[in-house]
């Protein structure tokens, strides 16, 4: 089987065809990465943390070439993917400082002379399996802390973005990384799976279904898991907010790179008066949203897909008050949509769906708008758009999501903090910042008391 990548905005442009490597070649990938790793851990802080800097040296240094791969390859507005290589740069410096970072803390012994120590060291392996919508950043935010704290790592990429992998790993081998320590192997679920079979600790992000299997079948190994899945996010409009400028934050969060990020807002609770200023300020500004934000979705599935629950809910009783058609022209686009009253029970009110439409809802009150939020168990960031403190402290306290986040769009996240959702949006610890640090290592207890010789 080959695995092929095509241009959403121009279907006829075949990015790249490999053969699929197959679960041997997987597992070969594996065995080298454990042999590597020790030579990897004994080159010591200041080797990983320089190699790590130059890999953020050589992305920086070819940004605006990873930025068109990207465009080209998963149909990213130019915009944000030169947002996305500037980050991917930025993720790698800030782990290139990990190695230096203590790795543990010393403790007084109960009684007598000695030091109790803890200390973290590295797995082994770690297995990473990325979704297509961040095809750098993800895998650095993934690969970065993993390789900091000394472990080597196998990233198998998801299909459709394929060519925006192995140019990373082309990159990381230029930065003069020891073989072995950092391979990209494309692939598919054969390949996903015979990772998560082979690998120390296993890092997930994708959708809720596979992500389930992942889990399943790595804690059925016992190695560490973590998987960040898909999204059901919530935007809460109190009357006492900027109505023009939260239209403008929600627009963003749902149409920008087509509704195709698990942070994309896809639900938006209108409290009170705000309903009605909000409504017409929302479809105003899903309406100016051009190419420049919102740009194909992935590709002719997806497109059919979105199209045809927009069509499945308006026959259902819903209003579409804006979008929701796949205009006539080359490309794999959907123009944004808004829709009210869609039936509880239709799947764009209960599941992810991927792309640029989101649902309108009226709320009486805080209380009511909290409850439909938290009404999902695909809770990963919610948004809050108010004037008031009270309001937000509330929302702070009783917001089931992973990210909250007021007066802000629902997508958006800071690499240096914890990053993840709530419920059936998570599982495992957290990604980036030091929590990532953490999840790639275990903790040893170590007890040095005197040999009595002196
Ligand atoms: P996907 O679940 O189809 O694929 C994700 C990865 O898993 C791919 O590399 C795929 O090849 C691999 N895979 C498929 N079957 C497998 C199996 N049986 N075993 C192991 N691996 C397997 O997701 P996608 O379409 O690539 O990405 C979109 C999804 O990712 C959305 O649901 C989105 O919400 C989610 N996502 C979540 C986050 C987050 O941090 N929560 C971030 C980005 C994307």
Redesign the pocket.
């Known amino acids: 089987m080959t695995i092929t990548s095509y241009n959403p905005a121009d279907p006829a442009d075949l990015v790249v065809a490999v053969e699929e490597p197959g679960a041997q070649a997987v597992r070969d990938a594996v065995g080298r990465a454990a042999a590597a790793q020790p030579g990897w851990l004994a080159a010591g802080a200041g080797a990983r943390s320089a190699a790590l800097g130059r890999i953020a040296d050589a992305v920086e240094a070819h940004a605006d070439e990873l930025a068109a791969l990207i465009v080209r390859e998963v149909g990213k507005p130019l915009a944000e993917a030169r947002g996305e290589v500037a980050r991917t740069a930025a993720i790698w410096r800030y782990y290139a400082q990990a190695p230096f970072t203590p790795s543990g803390a010393v403790h007084e012994t109960a009684a007598g002379p000695g030091l109790l120590l803890t200390r973290r060291r590295p797995y082994g392996v770690a297995g990473l399996?990325?979704?297509?919508?961040?095809p750098l950043a993800?895998p650095t935010w993934k690969a970065a802390p993993a390789l900091a704290v000394g472990n080597t790592a196998v990233l198998?990429?998801?299909?459709?973005a394929t060519a925006c992998a192995l140019r990373l790993a082309e990159l990381v081998a230029a930065a003069g990384l020891p073989a072995d320590v950092f391979t990209v192997l494309p692939?598919?679920?054969e390949?996903?799976?015979a990772?998560?079979d082979a690998a120390d600790v296993v890092s997930?992000?994708?959708?809720?279904?596979?992500?389930r299997?992942?889990v399943r079948?790595a804690t059925e190994r016992g190695v560490p898991v973590q998987a960040?899945?898909?999204?059901l996010n919530a935007a809460l409009v109190l009357p006492d907010a900027d109505i023009a400028l939260a239209a403008n934050h929600i627009a963003a969060a749902v149409a920008g790179y087509a509704g195709?990020?698990?942070?994309a807002t896809s639900r938006v609770i209108a409290v009170g008066a705000a309903y009605e200023p909000l409504r017409d300020a929302l479809v105003k500004a899903l309406e100016l949203v051009d190419d420049s934000v919102c740009g194909p979705v992935?590709n002719a599935a997806a497109r059919d897909r979105l199209t045809g629950a927009v069509a499945t809910a308006t026959a259902a009783g819903a209003t579409l008050l804006t979008g929701g058609r796949a205009p006539e022209r080359d490309g794999w686009y959907v123009e944004p949509a808004l829709l009210t009253d869609v039936p509880a029970e239709h799947p764009l009110a209960r599941e992810?769906f991927?792309g640029p439409i989101a649902l309108l809802h009226a709320a009486a009150d805080l209380d009511e708008a909290i409850a439909l939020a938290n009404d999902t168990p695909h809770s990963?960031s919610t948004s809050v758009h108010t004037g008031s403190l009270d309001v937000a402290l509330a929302a702070a306290d009783r917001l089931d999501a992973g990210m909250i986040r007021v007066n802000a769009p629902s997508s958006g996240v800071d690499f240096h903090l914890p990053?993840?959702?709530a419920k059936g949006?998570?599982h495992g610890d957290r990604?980036q910042g030091q929590a990532a640090l953490d999840f790639y290592t275990v903790s040893r207890t170590v007890s040095v008391l005197p040999g009595g010789g002196a």
Do not use: R, Y
Request: net charge negative; with cysteine; charged share 15%.
């Open positions: 399996i990325a979704p297509w919508n961040f993800i198998k990429p998801a299909p459709e692939g598919g679920a390949e996903g799976a990772l998560v997930f992000t994708g959708s809720t279904g596979v992500g299997a992942v079948a960040e899945l898909g999204g195709q990020k698990c942070t992935i992810e991927f990963l990053f993840g959702g949006a998570s990604e």
